[in-house]
């Protein structure tokens, strides 16, 4: 079964707005990383957060790590409509030997 | 430094022939992942690799199935015997280290069993 499981699995929201998107988990990780997908490409690694970590900031992104609840946030501020795609969140296990994608969150960021 | 290269960009293969996907990772990058995503869905994890070596296989079919990632060349993906249900999005990537820094994806190559 895939370890993150991202939430909401759609999320469509007015340009100007923040989306927030969740990742659960369920064993223990070394780290956990968020990519992006637009329609039809490949994956753009957006950020990556060490399980020693609470959070971290890049540009218009905030992430959050809770490894007592197994959790993470994506937080995307002010967003365009060019944020538009789906978001996946990625674990990577502490042999650090593998990455495991949840089912994805598609954003949708309305004009 | 050309990208996560894959190829071909979409394949098309009549059921019961033999898929060839290539992926050549990043310069220097010494591993290799490949995953499958259906439409609307998440990347299921099928392989590990680092050259020369399976490191985990455990996402990939025991049957028809099988990769390998040699000293000198790509990193083939290779499905025998297709069938319909093999239709999907396959994504290679790669990475300096063991899975502790990104990931570098290629673009995925499109296979559709007809």
């Not at chain 2, 000198?72 to 239709?87: A, H, K, M, N």
């Not at chain 2, 502790?100 to 499109?110: D, L």
């Amino acid at each position: 079964s895939q370890q993150g499981e991202e939430d909401p699995q759609a999320l469509s929201i007015q340009e100007g707005e923040n989306a927030t998107m969740n990742c659960s988990y369920k064993t223990s990780i070394n780290n956990l990383q968020w990519y992006r997908q637009n329609s039809g490409r490949g994956l753009v690694h957006l950020i990556l957060i060490r399980s020693n970590e609470r959070e971290k900031h890049s540009g218009r992104l905030r992430v959050t790590l809770d490894t007592s609840k197994k959790s993470s946030s994506l937080l995307i501020t002010a967003s365009r409509a060019a944020d538009t795609a789906s978001y996946f969140c990625a674990t990577v296990n502490n042999a650090g030997n593998m990455l495991t994608f949840g089912g994805g969150t598609r954003l949708m960021v309305k004009p | 430094n050309a990208g996560v290269m894959q190829n071909p960009r979409h394949l098309v293969r009549r059921r019961g022939q033999e898929a060839r996907l290539r992926c050549s990772p990043m310069k220097g990058h010494s591993h290799v992942y490949w995953y499958r995503q259906l439409p609307e869905e998440g990347l299921k994890f099928m392989v590990y690799l680092q050259k020369e070596n399976i490191i985990d296989e455990s996402g990939m079919p025991k049957e028809r199935f099988s990769a390998e990632f040699p000293k000198e060349g790509p990193s083939i993906l290779r499905i025998q015997q297709v069938v319909r249900g093999d239709s999907a999005a396959y994504f290679c990537a790669s990475s300096a280290g063991q899975g502790a820094t990104e990931a570098f994806f290629g673009q995925g190559t499109r296979l559709t069993v007809v």
